[in-house]
């Protein structure tokens, strides 16, 4: 059973940073897609960032504008979403999906993902 558990929001200020872990279990990370996803309260779920291990290609929505840096450490089948300079709007529920499989490429649309985490709060205050 493919579980991902996301670890590592929480309280920050303006300007801060964090990073978020998206632990996989129940698949080895060699082929396979990852995206990051956030909801604010009141909004639909958005695409934050995505990789793919297929080509290695990685893409960031526009509003994260060079802040956040995606990663990977298959030794730990950890994903990571690293987020500096972060700003209000920033507050959500993130989450991690994976699409597991070879070919699969990077997608900021939901549907384009099998698994799911529960989602980890961040909140950026003043």
């Known amino acids: 059973q493919v579980q991902l558990v996301e670890s590592g929001g929480g309280l920050v200020q303006i300007g801060g940073s964090l990073r978020l872990s998206c632990g996989v279990s129940?698949?080895?990370?060699?082929?396979?897609?990852i995206g990051w996803f956030r909801q604010a309260p009141g909004k639909r779920r958005e695409g934050v960032s995505c990789f793919s291990s297929t080509d290695g290609s990685i893409y960031h929505a526009d509003f994260v504008e060079g802040r956040f840096t995606i990663s990977s450490d298959n030794t730990k089948n950890t994903v990571y979403l690293q987020m500096n300079n972060l700003r209000s709007d920033d507050t959500a529920v993130y989450y991690c999906?994976?699409?597991?499989?070879?070919?699969?490429?990077?997608?900021?649309?939901?549907?384009?993902?099998?698994?799911w985490g529960q989602g980890t709060q961040v909140t950026v205050s003043s």
């Open positions: 999906a994976l699409s597991p499989g070879p070919g699969t490429g990077c997608s900021h649309y939901s549907a384009g993902y099998d698994y």
């Open positions: 129940g698949y080895t990370l060699e082929h396979y897609a």
